[in-house]
């Protein structure tokens, strides 16, 4: 069989891989602590979950608009408008099974050959991956360590050319953990205005903040004219078998994400939006409980790893990952998190699973118990104590001082 040639080169979300590999190796026998995929480890709350059993029972199995249910688009539009603080019409919403399509959709309809996208490297691995099957350019700026795994306005202002269409940038960060201060924000709104460029904002882990609030770059002036803001159920209410995403367009798009939605999965189902429309509308006491379980397993994450010889670790002001430096163990990401695996019975991610930058990093998920969290820890000081010697270390090893953690 012949294959298209833009499908030769086409990504894949390398947490999936790794989590079939984890599986794999539990089916023989062995214990494994999961930390490499992004899914909260709790249930999706109660309500939500009887809203969809009486959406079925009321007979919601039939095709819906293409846009999304209007009451949801509704709810969607008021708490945009309240929590983003900007004015959302609800004619600007659109729903789509998971927030992937949204990715995808904003690069079919803003790019082709000869335009260049801008991505965070590390970064969610579909930006460039998407980029690349729509025929543009995918440019990576990197997010470094020493500038907390922020974006650096004035590295991103010399990437710019005239063949950018779309900045991408994710706060809170998949996968350091990493949020855009409103100075930030302000510095790439002045540049997606003087140069004229659409900004993909993805903020789909924007409940999920320890410190402060969270800002919306759609917030600023002249900002919701440009920017599609991605957003979506999967990570705040424990939704991700749901396949529930929208995102908050500029008008001129909406009527081509309609054509794309009904090109490529016609809707979204209409029970599952039922569900959608309770958890934006309904108690939200389990979110603040989940939030506030992350905190505390970031607190045992952090300090855990910050005390292992070797390892060094940012303290994360969203989401719910870390991306600690393992360059002092004397081994490289892909080849602790391989016998992390292998030996520790631990699962997470080589930093490189989300670019070049992540080499001597992992990525560690703490949407895990405390309980399991602790025996993690363990086994990881185990492995990293016994690191082989032969590859040196790439950068200065031992835990950073707390004042320099944040």
């Known amino acids: 069989m012949r294959l298209a040639e833009r499908v030769q080169d086409i990504g894949t979300e390398t947490a999936f891989e790794a989590a079939a590999r984890a599986r794999a190796l539990e089916a023989t026998g062995r214990d494994v602590i999961h930390l490499e995929i992004g899914e909260p480890d709790f249930d999706t709350p109660r309500n939500i979950r009887e809203?969809?059993?009486?959406?079925?029972?009321?007979?919601w199995t039939h095709y819906g608009p293409p846009l999304g249910l209007p009451a949801l688009r509704d709810a969607i539009a008021a708490d945009a408008t309240t929590r983003k603080r900007f004015p959302v019409d609800a004619e600007n919403v659109v729903v789509t099974p998971g927030a992937k399509p949204i990715m995808f959709y904003a690069l079919l309809a803003l790019t082709g050959p000869g335009d260049e996208v801008i991505y965070p490297d590390p970064g969610f691995p579909i930006y460039e991956s998407m980029t690349r099957f729509t025929g543009a350019t995918p440019v990576p700026i990197p997010l470094r360590e020493e500038h907390e795994f922020r974006m650096d306005v004035d590295e991103l202002r010399s990437l710019v050319t005239d063949r950018t269409r779309l900045i991408i940038f994710n706060s809170p960060h998949n996968p350091t953990g990493s949020v855009l201060t409103q100075d930030d924000l302000r510095a790439i709104a002045d540049l997606a205005i003087e140069r004229d460029i659409t900004v993909l904002a993805d903020e789909i882990y924007g409940r999920i903040v320890y410190e402060g609030e969270h800002?919306?770059?759609?917030?600023?002036?002249?900002?919701?004219?440009?920017?599609?803001?991605?957003?979506?159920?999967?990570?705040?209410?424990a939704m991700t078998g749901w396949r529930l995403g929208y995102a908050i367009l500029p008008s001129p798009l909406v009527p081509v994400f309609s054509r794309l939605i009904i090109n490529s999965v016609s809707c979204t189902s209409s029970h599952s939006q039922h569900a959608a429309l309770e958890a934006l509308t309904g108690p939200q006491d389990d979110v603040d409980g989940m939030v506030e379980e992350?905190?505390?397993?970031?607190?045992?994450?952090?300090?855990?790893?910050?005390a292992i010889p070797g390892i060094r670790?940012?303290?994360?002001?969203?989401?719910?990952?870390?991306?600690?430096?393992?360059?002092?163990?004397?081994?490289?990401?892909?080849?602790?998190?391989?016998?992390?695996?292998?030996?520790?019975?631990?699962?997470?991610?080589s930093g490189t699973a989300f670019g070049t930058v992540g080499r001597d990093h992992l990525r560690v998920s703490y949407a895990n118990s405390?309980?399991?969290?602790?025996?993690?820890?363990?086994?990881?000081?185990?492995?990293?104590?016994?690191?082989?010697?032969?590859?040196?270390?790439?950068?200065?090893?031992?835990?950073?001082?707390?004042?320099?953690?944040?």
């Not at 059993?53 to 007979?59: I, Q, V, Y």
């Not at 905190?295 to 790893?305: H, M, N, S, T």
Request: proline fraction near 7%; include cysteine; charged fraction near 20%.
């Open 370 to 406: 405390r309980e399991n969290i602790s025996r993690a820890l363990e086994r990881i000081a185990m492995v990293a104590a016994s690191a082989p010697p032969e590859s040196a270390p790439a950068a200065a090893a031992g835990p950073a001082s707390v004042a320099t953690r944040v």
């Open 294 to 306: 992350f905190r505390a397993r970031r607190q045992l994450i952090v300090d855990g790893l910050n």
């Open 51 to 59: 809203a969809a059993k009486r959406a079925l029972d009321d007979g």
């Open 313 to 349: 670790c940012l303290r994360p002001h969203g989401a719910f990952y870390v991306f600690p430096n393992i360059a002092g163990t004397g081994a490289d990401g892909p080849a602790l998190a391989d016998r992390l695996l292998n030996e520790g019975g631990v699962a997470v991610l």
């Open 215 to 237: 800002h919306s770059i759609a917030a600023l002036p002249r900002m919701a004219e440009r920017t599609i803001l991605l957003d979506g159920f999967s990570k705040t209410w």
